[in-house]
């Protein structure tokens, strides 16, 4: 599915990758996981949801966090170019494709299309550009992926499996922490840390600055 997608919208990642420096592999990631490509975003009122999620919850820092995400609604409605019945997402309020809070929505949402209003339900580019700005106004940095599988020498000190230990690719080598599928890390001199998250026996990674982002 994601490898059709990408096809069909090639010139379009071509474009945001340029200007955001996100891969597209990142992006396609990202929207696949929060709603299986634009196919289930949820079929909820977000106002509705996070006006009961801020009067019933349990947690006050949770019931906080709903009304100022329910104002920020609120503030979107304002601008009279999204209704509150195009205001669709999931029972905690998050919505359209990638699954945005309003916060978000109102940070990193982009009008990609340019057709005078932020569309992250209908409007794939504007869904695409959205992620990649988020991404990228988190610190993404460019021509960095978010990791690497590698593989561990027999003999490993296993305490440097914590985030702690983040060194330099060049050093992970030097340990004999080599890449699964062979070859030379692509940048040498950038910083990792060991990524376990499976036990020892599963597949083992280590992650840059981009995998925190």
Known sequence: MHFFLRKEHQKLF?????????????????WAMESDFGRNYGN????????????????EK??????NELLLTLKIIQTKKVSSQQLIGSWAGAMGQPQFIPSSYLNYGVDYDQNGKIDLWQSIPDVLASIAN????????????????VKLPKQFDWRLNSSAYLLRYQQWQELNVNKFSGG???YPQRQASLFIPAGKHGP??????????
């Open 184 to 186: 030379s890390f692509g």
């Open 14 to 30: 071509d474009q945001i990758e340029k200007y955001y420096g996100v891969q597209r592999e990142i992006i396609t990631a990202i």
């Open 134 to 149: 988020f991404l990228s106004e988190s610190g993404w940095r460019v021509n960095e992926t978010w990791g690497e599988e």
């Open 44 to 59: 909820k009122s977000v106002v509705r949801s996070l006006a009961t999620l801020a009067y019933a919850s349990s947690s």
């Open 62 to 67: 949770r019931a906080t966090f709903a009304l």
């Open 204 to 213: 083992k990674f280590l992650i840059t600055h981009n995998f925190s982002v």
